[in-house]
């Protein structure tokens, strides 16, 4: 397996592309099996988990070919409407497909996601809000087997504000028969944009990215053209990057007003940020001690803890990380620790004394921020970092060697045996 190597202690320097995000490009995928026709798309990030879902929709049906600067995808047919396990264990998001293809072709056999390495991670407001919407659903030898000869519009609920869950009742409510309202909606970016992908291929939906979303769906939707918006969880972490560094760098094609939590907590912590259009700039300073809590947008993302929690754990003082979202999102401290880090965990609090210098070890990425934040210890820590495991990095990190490297990091992959 491959393993990432760095040489910790250089302050990066210069400016970093930031990529579409993944979690607006996996819904807005799964959404082009909504229509027939032709979609292009700009600005799909290369990416483990966005290869994963392409050649699931292959399999359903769809024609995908790679332009110069765009992803054309067109399903014609459905030839085939199931997930099986072997999908859906590579990459739970692959239920993404669940409403999209209830909507398109009345049926879809998906299998159900089970826990993974950050908690249970449930769907059953999934399946809620479909039923709500007129689908018989069943679950047999670890599948949902999914029916509605035409969904209805509904009024639908949802008790925790569901990201994944939002984005597939929206989808299957745009080829519902009437109105559909979701009631405290999960409010994510990536949410707005899903919404303004299925907007711009003639769905009718108002208020996507607040926690009241109406949908009025239509008989059709069409292909459309549509850029995904950046990825503002990979800007937060080359922002962190530049923070533990002391380091000066540009981020370009980010959107800093889906980022003002990151923002704010990270100049708290004493990094001067600079709010550009379009971009942002971060120069890192001192590094304070923060407490801080993980929260449904427009609070903290727990896609940013781990990061935060190797930055907390240089600075200045004592702070507590608290995990509101994923129950068992803290397999990062244990590899922190051997790193020198100070950090007690007990249940959803990690309580963080900073120390002057980490030091190189060998250590193990277990989930994909939690490899970023190992990333970022590494570029700070005394020595040279390996960082084992790191398919979990290539799932969500474009070309993040290459990017690093561009600024000043010394790091690289070296390739193992599979
Ligand atoms: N929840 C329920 N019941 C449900 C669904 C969710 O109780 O039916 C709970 C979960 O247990 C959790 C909370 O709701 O406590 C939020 O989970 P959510 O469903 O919003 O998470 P998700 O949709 O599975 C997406 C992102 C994650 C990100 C979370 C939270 C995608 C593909 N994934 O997951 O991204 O952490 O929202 O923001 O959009 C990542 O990119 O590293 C990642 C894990």
Known sequence: MDKILIQGGIALDG??????????????????????????????????????????????????????????????????????????????????????????????????????????????????????????????HGIIHAKAAKLKGAAIYL??????????????????????????A??????????????????????AGTDHIVINGVSALSGASYEVMPDRIEAGTFMLAAAITKGDLHLKNCRPADMISIIEKCRATGSEIRVEKDALRVLGKEIHAVDLKTLPYPGLPTDMQAQFMALMSVSDGASVITETIFESRFNHCAELRRMGAD??????????????????????????????SLILAGLVAEGETEIRRIYHLDRGYEAIEQKLTDVGAVIQRVKGKA
């Open 186 to 207: 999960a409010c994510e970016p990536e949410i707005g944009d899903l919404a303004n992908f299925l907007n711009h291929c003639g769905a009718q939906i108002i208020g």
């Open 15 to 140: 400016e970093v592309h930031i990529s579409g995000a993944k979690n607006a490009a996996l819904p807005i995928l799964a959404a082009t099996l909504l229509s027939s026709e032709i979609h292009r798309l700009k600005n799909v990030p290369h990416l483990g988990d966005i290869t994963t879902l392409k050649r699931l929709l292959e399999k359903i049906g769809a024609e995908i070919s790679e332009k110069d600067d765009y992803c054309e995808i067109q399903v014609k047919h459905i030839k085939n409407n199931e997930a099986p396990y072997s999908w859906v264990k590579t990459m739970r998001a692959t239920i993404l497909v669940l409403g999209p293809l209830l909507a398109r072709c009345g049926e879809a056999h998906v299998s159900l996601p089970g826990g993974c390495a950050i908690g249970a991670r449930p769907i059953q407001l999934h399946l809620m809000g479909l039923e709500k919407m007129g689908a018989e659903i069943t679950i047999e």
């Open 159 to 184: 008790e925790t504000p569901t990201v994944t869950g939002t984005e597939t009742l929206m989808m299957a409510a745009a080829l519902a028969e009437g109105t559909t309202t979701i009631e405290n």
């Open 343 to 372: 950090i007690r965990v007990e249940g959803k609090h990690a309580m963080i004394k900073g120390v002057p210098r980490l030091s190189a070890a060998p250590i193990m990425a277990s989930d994909l921020r939690a490899s970023a």
